[in-house]
């Protein structure tokens, strides 16, 4: 098979690394060790040019960015209230004495973060880094972010990553219409696990439920079953009262059923693999067996309604009560619920995903994670010299094995330790994703900022091993031995032209079927009134937004190598 352009574009930005990775090296002699000093000459690749001149940092492929003089960086922080910020953290005096770096930051509460980002980047405000990004289409337009991937070349560890993991293809995912990408996404070299059902494993064992045996096999009906022997067993009003307003098990439900809602929302399309074309899923009859579905879980009186609208906080209190058995989460969720169970015999358990009408999917597929945006202020402020210092400082922090150690684990002999194997071993004093929570005083977070949103995301098959328990390993183990790996649609590479008329027809046609989504699930509109429905998503432009995405995949494809 030929190779498409972007492969050509990542060969050639590939090569650049190579050349550049060698000539970065921090002693004149040419070797590979990291070195606080600035080399005396390092090589620049600039084009097809060469040229040689001195520089004031050390950078490379595997070594520690330095800056000789001190320098500041502005970036945006989102404040998650479990580790409330502190100026005091040793994350940041551990970065400044590596890096002579220190940042200057916007700092926004997680609620807000997404809307601020939006005011700032839409004004022109913008901080340099704009970290923890999960969907940068809405700001290309604007001008206001600089397609990174112009500049990659200049970040050895990034493309280090790229290339040894494999992630050409993955990246593709984030082209635009110019062909360029606008985000640094975060990289792993496997797959996660995700969000799933937390579940009080004593209690469905009690009621006749083999777990382990049985998940394996569960489709969302059998979820139901199950579910349902539970709510006979228990006597309980609801069995399952969720969090995050329910938008992550909409989420992953949907996956199950082939169409979008919650947090995976977006525009209602999926792509048919197999006649290689767009088609809206959220007016289809997999939608209407979806809604289905969790009409039938509300009204059997299985699932709590105030799940789509209770704050977190009450969702959780219901859980850690005893008054409900399941909730959405993640495993580090489910690590701190654990310590706050009223019952003291009460025992929690991650599900695999269930499967449904599409198939036993995973849920995780892509290895990209949220990423870095980068703002144009930082090209214009600092201009093109450093500008590329500034990325190095980016690609050590983000995507070096260095920068994802001290991102996640923090300071060797202070807070962590390594075994004989090589193996992390946390201080017994700090405890980090139920680590250490029979021994620990301090939080890795919230008491030293490492293990941090922000920072922690990417890396190795071992890094992302080596945060987990030995029950998050179980379940990742599960995940991979019960589920198949799903494909993944291509983007919709819109113009500026394009996607504001996309955008036009999205936002009003999107928050009708999240209305309406919700609705059909709580039973406030009745089944019956599905045409209706249909004929009001079309009304709203879904045909329209289904041609202009096809005819848009249609001039790019060959770009996407289909």
């Given at each position: 098979?030929?190779?498409?352009?972007?492969?050509?574009?990542?060969?050639v930005?590939?090569?650049?690394?190579?050349?550049l990775?060698?000539?970065?090296?921090?002693?004149?002699?040419?070797n590979?060790?990291?070195s606080?000093?600035p080399?005396?000459?390092?090589?620049?690749?600039k084009?097809?040019?060469?040229?040689?001149?001195?520089?004031?940092?050390s950078?490379?492929?595997?070594q520690?960015?330095?800056?000789?003089?001190?320098?500041?960086?502005?970036?945006?922080?989102s404040?998650?209230?479990?580790?409330?910020?502190?100026?005091?953290?040793r994350?940041?005096?551990?970065?400044?004495?590596?890096?002579?770096?220190?940042?200057?930051?916007?700092?926004?509460?997680?609620?807000?973060y997404?809307n601020?980002?939006?005011?700032l980047?839409?004004?022109?405000?913008?901080p340099?880094?704009?970290?923890?990004?999960?969907?940068?289409?809405?700001?290309?337009?604007?001008?206001?972010?600089?397609?990174?991937?112009d500049w990659?070349?200049?970040m050895p560890?990034?493309?280090?990553?790229?290339?040894d993991?494999?992630?050409?293809?993955?990246?593709?995912?984030?082209?635009?219409?110019?062909?360029?990408?606008?985000?640094l996404?975060?990289?792993?070299?496997?797959a996660?696990?995700?969000y799933?059902?937390?579940?009080?494993?004593?209690?469905?064992e009690?009621?006749?439920i083999?777990?382990?045996?049985?998940?394996?096999n569960?489709?969302y009906?059998?979820?139901?079953?199950?579910?349902?022997?539970?709510?006979?067993y228990?006597?309980?009003?609801?069995v399952?009262?969720?969090e995050?307003?329910?938008?992550?098990t909409?989420?992953?439900?949907?996956?199950?059923?082939?169409?979008?809602?919650?947090?995976?929302?977006?525009n209602?399309?999926?792509?048919?693999?197999?006649?290689?074309?767009?088609?809206?899923a959220?007016?289809?009859d997999?939608f209407k067996?979806?809604?289905?579905y969790?009409?039938?879980?509300?009204?059997?009186?299985?699932?709590?309604?105030e799940?789509?609208t209770?704050?977190?906080d009450?969702a959780q209190?219901?859980?850690?009560?005893?008054?409900?058995?399941?909730?959405?989460?993640?495993?580090?969720?489910?690590?701190d619920?654990?310590?706050?169970?009223?019952?003291?015999?009460?025992e929690?358990?991650?599900?695999?995903?269930?499967?449904?009408p599409?198939?036993?999917?995973?849920?995780?597929?892509?290895?990209?994670?949220n990423?870095?945006?980068?703002s144009?202020?930082?090209?214009?402020?600092?201009?093109?010299?450093?500008?590329?210092k500034?990325?190095?400082?980016?690609?050590w922090?983000?995507?070096?094995?260095?920068?994802h150690?001290?991102?996640?684990?923090g300071v060797e002999?202070e807070?962590?330790t390594k075994d004989?194997?090589?193996?992390f071993?946390?201080?017994?004093?700090?405890?980090y994703?139920?680590?250490?929570?029979?021994?620990?005083t301090?939080k890795?977070?919230?008491?030293?900022?490492f293990g941090?949103?922000?920072f922690?995301?990417?890396?190795s098959?071992?890094?992302?091993?080596?945060?987990?328990?030995?029950?998050?390993?179980?379940?990742n183990?599960?995940?991979f031995?019960t589920?198949?790996?799903?494909?993944?649609?291509p983007p919709i590479?819109?113009?500026?032209?394009?996607?504001e008329?996309?955008?036009?027809?999205?936002?009003?046609?999107?928050?009708?079927?999240?209305?309406?989504?919700?609705?059909?699930?709580?039973?406030?509109?009745?089944l019956?009134?599905?045409?209706?429905?249909?004929?009001?998503?079309?009304?709203?432009?879904?045909?329209?937004y289904?041609?202009?995405?096809?005819?848009?995949?249609?001039?790019?494809?060959?770009?996407?190598?289909?």
């Amino acid at each position: 098979m030929e190779r498409n352009n972007f492969q050509k574009w990542s060969g050639v930005m590939l090569s650049a690394v190579m050349v550049l990775g060698l000539a970065a090296c921090s002693g004149s002699n040419g070797n590979n060790n990291a070195s606080k000093t600035p080399a005396p000459a390092n090589t620049e690749v600039k084009g097809n040019q060469t040229e040689e001149k001195t520089l004031d940092y050390s950078f490379g492929e595997n070594q520690t960015f330095h800056s000789s003089e001190p320098v500041t960086y502005s970036m945006m922080y989102s404040d998650h209230e479990n580790y409330p910020y502190s100026k005091d953290w040793r994350f940041w005096s551990a970065v400044q004495e590596r890096t002579n770096v220190n940042f200057d930051l916007a700092i926004t509460a997680r609620t807000e973060y997404e809307n601020q980002k939006s005011l700032l980047v839409n004004s022109g405000d913008a901080p340099y880094i704009i970290p923890k990004t999960y969907e940068e289409s809405a700001f290309v337009a604007g001008g206001q972010i600089v397609p990174v991937s112009d500049w990659i070349q200049y970040m050895p560890n990034y493309l280090k990553a790229v290339k040894d993991w494999g992630l050409e293809e993955d990246l593709k995912a984030k082209l635009q219409a110019d062909g360029k990408y606008y985000v640094l996404p975060g990289l792993w070299e496997v797959a996660g696990g995700g969000y799933s059902y937390i579940i009080r494993k004593d209690i469905f064992e009690a009621a006749g439920i083999d777990v382990e045996a049985e998940e394996g096999n569960w489709t969302y009906e059998d979820f139901y079953a199950a579910l349902k022997k539970v709510k006979e067993y228990t006597k309980k009003d609801y069995v399952f009262s969720d969090e995050f307003k329910g938008d992550s098990t909409l989420n992953i439900a949907g996956v199950a059923y082939g169409v979008t809602a919650g947090w995976g929302k977006a525009n209602g399309m999926k792509f048919d693999h197999d006649k290689n074309q767009f088609y809206f899923a959220d007016a289809s009859d997999d939608f209407k067996s979806y809604v289905t579905y969790f009409n039938k879980l509300i009204n059997e009186k299985i699932m709590d309604p105030e799940s789509f609208t209770q704050e977190d906080d009450a969702a959780q209190a219901k859980f850690f009560k005893g008054d409900s058995f399941v909730i959405n989460g993640n495993y580090q969720l489910l690590a701190d619920f654990q310590t706050k169970m009223q019952d003291p015999n009460a025992e929690l358990y991650m599900i695999v995903q269930p499967g449904g009408p599409k198939g036993m999917l995973q849920m995780e597929t892509s290895r990209l994670e949220n990423g870095v945006m980068i703002s144009q202020n930082a090209l214009d402020d600092l201009g093109e010299e450093e500008f590329i210092k500034m990325l190095r400082l980016v690609d050590w922090l983000w995507y070096s094995d260095e920068g994802h150690t001290l991102s996640l684990w923090g300071v060797e002999g202070e807070t962590y330790t390594k075994d004989a194997s090589g193996n992390f071993v946390l201080d017994p004093d700090i405890t980090y994703n139920g680590m250490n929570v029979d021994t620990a005083t301090k939080k890795l977070n919230a008491d030293f900022g490492f293990g941090n949103g922000m920072f922690a995301y990417g890396g190795s098959a071992k890094l992302k091993l080596s945060k987990m328990t030995e029950g998050e390993r179980d379940y990742n183990d599960r995940i991979f031995a019960t589920r198949e790996p799903r494909k993944i649609d291509p983007p919709i590479m819109a113009n500026p032209d394009q996607s504001e008329q996309m955008n036009l027809i999205q936002t009003p046609l999107m928050d009708y079927v999240s209305t309406m989504t919700l609705k059909f699930v709580t039973g406030q509109e009745s089944l019956a009134n599905w045409d209706v429905y249909v004929a009001a998503v079309k009304a709203n432009g879904s045909e329209r937004y289904e041609q202009m995405a096809n005819e848009v995949f249609e001039s790019t494809k060959s770009l996407l190598g289909y």
